[in-house]
């Protein structure tokens, strides 16, 4: 086993470790450990709220959970050698849940989805689904299922939806710079357009005194991806994946967490993977002055895992820039025509005897596909979505009987 360099204790809060962790970005926050190129080495993660949700059949907890707290990361991990200007290569050698472990933190034998409120975040789909819901799925294996989503059985793509190296000072200032001046354009605006520093309940790793208090007044939130990587919840970072990273700081300080059972593509729930604690092992190297080289300074690049679910057969959902509930034509806008996507998979899984909220939950969760499949016919963006057929226990493709609706349960609802 690669040797594990932060180590979790699922019973207690990320800044309740030996080494606490961090949920902001700044590049002052101290390494907690040192790794040279060439090194494997394992992470142990919390889950991305610090189990704020729990193993059971009410969203109140999703409803109520505390925004201040995500996202909680392991790290940072220092690598020797490592200059701005050089480009941080990662590998991902294996991925998890928590091994060996039944529990009452998400990893530990189970995980979740949820769908945030408006008033606390909302989701890709927030106008039809402006409340709180949620899905729980037990893990057999590389096997999801759920109470909540009878029916359904999938082989998840297993991910973490978050790493990436430490900003500069500069690149942290023009972060905070530029979405304040989002937020400017409209500041009441529910779900907000951005979210400022926000020092209250910020973990700053081992930092203490005020170094500690300058890191939570000036260190940006995680939700975003943004030129470090950070929270880009790209499915296919699976085992086998590398990805290159830019370094803006000495050390490049690599952090990660954030980690996630199986997604659709776009986590359009914004809780939308099944979320859970676990371990990551990683692989670092060092390509140096390779951003120059290769003309990477405002994105990582990456090879995708090599380990995914044979699912050969899908149902497919397209979507148009049109707003059919107002009529209204947007130009070229894939934004609108996923959203579409999205929403017609929905209709059409209510057919079958899904709510719209279980329809919704799934398409965040199962291993689907997004494709942007036109982006120049004006004046209407084409995506489409794919959707395994093989995931249901019934054949769930059009027929000249018509579809049979049954009772399919409900998910966890808010009280």
């Keep these: 086993m690669p040797n594990l360099i932060f180590s979790i204790d699922q019973s207690k809060s990320m800044r309740d470790q030996k080494v606490p962790g961090h949920n902001r970005w700044h590049p002052d926050i101290p390494v907690a450990d040192m790794v040279r190129p060439g090194d494997e080495f394992r992470l142990e993660c919390r889950d991305w709220t610090d189990s704020q949700i729990g193993n059971n059949d009410s969203a109140n907890d999703v409803r109520d959970i505390d925004l201040s707290l995500p996202h909680m990361l392991s790290g940072p991990i220092g690598v020797e050698g490592a200059e701005p200007g050089d480009l941080l290569i990662v590998d991902i050698l294996d991925i998890g849940p928590v091994p060996q472990q039944v529990g009452d933190a998400a990893g530990q034998g189970w995980g979740y989805t949820g769908v945030f409120a408006r008033e606390n975040g909302g989701g890709f789909l927030t106008d039809h689904f402006p409340d709180s819901y949620k899905a729980v799925w037990d893990f057999h294996g590389q096997v999801a299922t759920s109470r909540h989503l009878p029916g359904v059985r999938f082989t998840g793509i297993t991910h973490p939806g978050l790493f990436g190296t430490a900003p500069s000072a500069e690149l942290l200032d023009r972060w905070n710079r530029r979405e304040q001046a989002l937020i400017d354009t409209d500041p009441d605006r529910v779900p907000p357009l951005g ?221």
């Excluded at 959902?317 to 998979?345: K, M, P, Q, W």
Aim: proline share 6%.
């Design 195 to 415: 979210l400022p520093p926000l020092p209250e309940n910020a973990v700053t790793g081992t930092a203490d005194g005020e170094l500690a208090r300058r890191i939570a007044a000036e260190g940006a939130r995680t939700v975003p991806g943004r030129e470090n990587g950070g929270n880009q919840d790209i499915k296919n970072f699976t085992r086998g994946a590398r990805v290159f990273y830019p370094v803006f700081v000495k050390d490049a300080k690599l952090s990660g967490g954030d980690l996630h059972f199986s997604q659709g593509d776009g986590e359009i729930t914004f809780c939308g993977a099944i979320e859970m604690g676990g371990f990551i092992d990683f692989h670092v190297d060092l390509i140096k002055g390779g951003m120059e080289k290769y003309g990477v300074t405002t994105n990582p690049i990456f090879m995708p895992g090599n380990v995914e679910p044979r699912y050969s057969e899908f149902l497919s959902f397209i979507g148009l820039s049109v707003d059919h509930e107002t009529d209204t034509n947007h130009y070229l806008d894939a934004t609108v025509a996923y959203r579409r996507a999205c929403l017609n998979a929905v209709e059409y899984l209510k057919k079958w005897g899904y709510t719209g909220e279980q329809a919704y939950l799934l398409l965040g969760s199962a291993p689907i596909e997004g494709r942007v499949s036109g982006i120049v016919d004006i004046p209407n963006a084409c995506c489409s979505l794919y959707l395994p057929t093989a995931i249901f226990d019934f054949d769930i493709r059009p027929n000249a009987d018509g579809p049979v609706s049954r009772d399919r349960g409900r998910c966890a609802v808010t009280s």
